[in-house]
Every structure is written in structure tokens, then in C-alpha cells.
């Protein structure tokens, strides 16, 4: 029981969140006053429906980074795993900031696919980049014993730097992204070279990695026409979200996992 009770207090603001979710269905749209996004109406697969949520597959399905992100911070409150520690163990405010980083995508991404707007797809993308650019950054601080202050310095500049990339450069946006994600199995690889023995599951991040590139050629394969078919229940967009956000959980394991006194497993 002490190893569900940190969790039941995420579980239930999960579900508050999906009532709140499910209520937008009463919205209007397109929303009055608001410019749509420059991709409408063909952003993605999924015909459209009547009500206000015209996609709901491939908004709704952004609650399993919810629900992920929520699970993650509920974790702030288990023992280290085989006594490990670690800085997502002995500080809780980077678990808060990396599970608040998961909710963030969901969040940004269920508004973007509900409002079908243009502000909407810079919030999209500005979720995805908070995560990946939280994982970069603590993967640095960890690899050069930065302090907590020059961590949350080094994330807010990269996080308004690539804020107002987005604006400036819109070819690369989607570039930014996989530059981040390489930087981040570039650092973890630095660091299994670097600091020997590496104390951590090392298996968890292949998984992730794996996940997350399986996620990206499905999306990749639904916005060309290969796997789209817009009248179907089924929705690969909603597999996109369902997969990266397992992917999210996987990397937690990863860093949780890590122990500063035995090998790795």
C-alpha cells in the first residue's frame, strides 16, 4: 500500500483533468477572434468531426502525457530503488520540474489540437521543446556537476532561445527538435565514456530512444499519405502521442535508476 498511496493523488487529478478535457466538447469552432494555425485544415489525418473538439483521437489521446506526467511526479515520494541516489532522488524539484515538463506537453498539445491555432502550434512546440531541453540540460549538469542554480539558468536560456527560434527560423523547428534529442544520447554517451564505471540501468535508454524513433516514423509515415486514412476510429497520431510518452516514463527509469556507489546493470 505504501508504494500505491504516492500515486493516488495524481490518479485523482487525472481524472478532474479528463472531465475538464471532455467538457471543452461543448466549445465552439473554430474559435472566434483566433487565427487558425498556418497547416489548417489539413495538420493532420484525422477527418474532421462536428462540436468543438473536430479531432478528438488526436486530442485526447495527449491525457497519456498527463496521466504520465502526473504518475512521474507522484514518484517524488518513493525510497531510492536498492538505496540509489541520485540528484532526481535527493532533490525532489528536478523530478517536479521533469514530471510538470511531461504534463506540459500534454497540456500544450491537447490546446493545439483543440484550437487548431496558430498560437497553438508554438505552444505545441514549445512543450516538446521543455521537455527535451530539461532532459539535455540535466543530462549536462549531471556530466559537469553543475549547481542547481547554473542548471535552471542554462534551461531558461535555452528555452528562450529556442522560443524565439521558432519565430525566426520556421524550416528548422522540427530540426531543433531531433539536434536536441541527438544532444541528449550524445551527453548520456559522453558520460558512459567519461565516468567510469557508469552507475546506472543502462537499458532503460535504448528503450526510450527506441520507443520515441518507432513513434517518430509512424507520425512520419501517417503525415505522408502511407498509413492516413482520415474516416478511421483508429488514428496513428494518437499511437505518436501514446508512444512518446511512454518514452518520457522510460527516461525517468533511466535517471532514477541512477546509483552513485554500484555498477551498472
Not at 514549445?126 to 539558468?153: E, H, I
Not at 551527453?187 to 530512444?209: K, S, Y
Amino acid at each position: 500500500m505504501k508504494k500505491v498511496r504516492p500515486f493516488l493523488a495524481p490518479l485523482a487529478v487525472f481524472w478532474l483533468a479528463a472531465a475538464a478535457a471532455a467538457a471543452t466538447a461543448a466549445l465552439p469552432f473554430p474559435w472566434p477572434g483566433w487565427q487558425l494555425a498556418a497547416c489548417y485544415p489539413g495538420c493532420f489525418c484525422e477527418g474532421f468531426h462536428s462540436g468543438g473538439v473536430v479531432q478528438p483521437l488526436s486530442t485526447y489521446s495527449n491525457l497519456f502525457y498527463i496521466l504520465a506526467g502526473l504518475m512521474i511526479l507522484g514518484a517524488r515520494n518513493l525510497p531510492a530503488p536498492d538505496g540509489r541516489g541520485n540528484r532526481m532522488i535527493r532533490r525532489r524539484g528536478y523530478v517536479a520540474a521533469y514530471g510538470a515538463a511531461v504534463v506540459a506537453i500534454g497540456v500544450t498539445s491537447f490546446f493545439f489540437h483543440l484550437s487548431l491555432t496558430q498560437i497553438g502550434r508554438w505552444l505545441d512546440y514549445m512543450g516538446m521543446y521543455a521537455f527535451v531541453g530539461l532532459a539535455l540540460v540535466y543530462g549536462l549538469a549531471r556530466l559537469r556537476s553543475w549547481s542547481d542554480r547554473r542548471f535552471v539558468a542554462a534551461y531558461v536560456v535555452l528555452l528562450a532561445a529556442l522560443g524565439a527560434l521558432w519565430f525566426a527560423a520556421p524550416p528548422y523547428r522540427r530540426l531543433l527538435l531531433g539536434l536536441l534529442i541527438l544532444g541528449i544520447v550524445l551527453v548520456e554517451a559522453a558520460a558512459h565514456w567519461i565516468r567510469q564505471p557508469f552507475r546506472i540501468r543502462t537499458r532503460w535508454l535504448p528503450a526510450a530512444l527506441a520507443c520515441f524513433l518507432t513513434a517518430y516514423a509512424v507520425n512520419l509515415a501517417d503525415e505522408g499519405g502511407a498509413i492516413c486514412t482520415p474516416a478511421s476510429p483508429w488514428q496513428w497520431h494518437a499511437v505518436w502521442h501514446l508512444l512518446t510518452a511512454a518514452s518520457t516514463v522510460m527516461l525517468f527509469v533511466y535517471y532514477r535508476s541512477e546509483n552513485e556507489g554500484s555498477e551498472s546493470r
